[in-house]
């Protein structure tokens, strides 16, 4: 059983730039690829970025590419979201996300272990 809980979330202007952590409980995070999802109002809910259990692998979403940066500390068992650059459509609920199966955690299907997600929003 993993549990994860967000953090970091808040209101930032157009440009600005945010950190979101995730803190996992548990001694296996290291055996989990790690992510992050988000979902606007009235939206469904959509990936946002992926690293790989050992962190030598990432993956964006064209959306974010180039703006955001995925990392994580196994010593600290905690993943990590840079926000920088942001822009109103960044607005959403942001959930973290743990999955043993790569393909699961960069689509969202099926993922093993959710967060309970943290506010962003970003004003115009």
């Known amino acids: 059983q993993v549990q994860l809980v967000e953090s970091g979330g808040g209101l930032v202007q157009a440009g600005g730039s945010l950190r979101l952590s995730c803190a996992a409980s548990?001694?296996?995070?290291?055996?989990?690829?790690m992510g992050w999802f988000r979902q606007a109002p009235g939206k469904e809910r959509e990936f946002v970025a992926a690293?790989?259990?050992?962190?030598?692998?990432?993956y964006y979403a064209d959306s974010v590419k180039g703006r955001f940066t995925i990392s994580r500390d196994n010593a600290k068992n905690t993943e990590y979201l840079q926000m920088d650059s942001l822009k109103p459509e960044d607005t959403a609920i942001y959930y973290c996300?743990?999955?043993?199966?790569?393909?699961?955690?960069?689509?969202?299907?099926?993922?093993?272990?959710w967060g309970q997600g943290t506010q962003v929003t970003v004003s115009s």
């Open positions: 996300a743990a999955d043993r199966i790569w393909s699961e955690i960069r689509n969202g299907v099926a993922v093993n272990y």
């Open positions: 548990g001694r296996t995070f290291i055996t989990y690829h």
């Open positions: 690293i790989s259990s050992s962190g030598s692998s990432t």
